[in-house]
């Protein structure tokens, strides 16, 4: 069984910053990229940034020059850091990793459970 679990969501006035964090657990082989989705009230999920097990990223334009994202290998987690956080930026965010579990033949999407953002002007 393998699970992603999200922590560091929450409230922040407009400018603020806030660091989300999400780590695999379970019996798995291997991680491959790792991201970060979100999903605002009546819109679809959409991606904000990725990166890969070699450490390439891959952002949003709406969001570049203010996130980053990071991963830490021993640690199967990966981060995200925001900062000049807008309005526009609440949503529930979600971790996705492509992970190689024990039980199956291939690396298959996995998702965390959520976490809500929630800028205010």
């Known amino acids: 069984q393998v699970q992603l679990v999200e922590s560091g969501g929450g409230l922040v006035q407009a400018g603020g910053s806030l660091r989300l964090s999400c780590a695999a657990s379970?019996?798995?082989?291997?991680?491959?990229?790792m991201g970060w989705y979100r999903q605002a009230p009546g819109k679809q999920r959409e991606l904000v940034a990725a990166?890969?097990?070699?450490?390439?990223?891959n952002y949003s334009d709406s969001v570049k020059g203010r996130f980053t994202i990071s991963r830490d290998n021993a640690k199967n987690t990966v981060y995200l850091q925001m900062n000049t956080l807008k309005p526009e930026d609440t949503a529930v965010y979600y971790c996705?990793?492509?992970?190689?579990?024990?039980?199956?033949?291939?690396?298959?999407?996995?998702w965390g459970q959520g976490t809500q953002v929630t800028v205010s002007s």
């Open positions: 990166i890969t097990r070699g450490g390439s990223t």
């Open positions: 996705n990793s492509r992970i190689w579990a024990v039980t199956s033949s291939q690396f298959n999407d996995y």
């Open positions: 379970g019996s798995f082989f291997s991680i491959n990229a």
